[in-house]
């Protein structure tokens, strides 16, 4: 049905930067309000940015100026840009979306989650 996929995660030094993607597969008709989450290592999962379906963003304060969300519908995709990369940021990143599919019988609409993707920074 529906699928997120992320990627782009990987290890890097402080101050690094990465780009994660979260793409969606399967008949999507469009994708609503997305955000990217982050779960340090023990620790819960909190929102880290969230981009509505007309571009509105908000971010969490510990990531404001470093972390840009974005969106390219065209592609079904969500993008976090990662920048000025901290010890801790460490961590999955997960993102979630509102997916809207087309089925037999019509539009149906989804909350969906990837599987994350891993981030570490060393200091």
């Known amino acids: 049905q529906v699928q997120l996929v992320e990627s782009g995660g990987g290890l890097v030094q402080a101050g690094g930067s990465l780009r994660l993607s979260c793409a969606a597969s399967?008949?999507?008709?469009?994708?609503?309000?997305a955000g990217w989450y982050h779960q340090p290592p023990g620790k819960q999962r909190e929102v880290v940015a969230t981009i509505s379906s007309g571009g509105t963003t908000n971010y969490a304060d510990s990531v404001k100026g470093r972390f840009t969300i974005s969106r390219d519908n065209a592609k079904s995709t969500v993008y976090l840009q990662v920048n000025s990369l901290k010890p801790e940021d460490t961590g999955v990143y997960s993102c979630?979306?509102?997916?809207?599919?087309?089925?037999?019988?019509?539009?149906?609409?989804?909350?969906?989650w990837g599987q994350g993707t891993q981030v570490i920074v060393s200091s």
């Open positions: 399967g008949s999507i008709f469009s994708i609503g309000t």
């Open positions: 979630n979306a509102v997916v809207r599919i087309r089925t037999s019988l019509g539009i149906k609409e989804y909350n969906s």
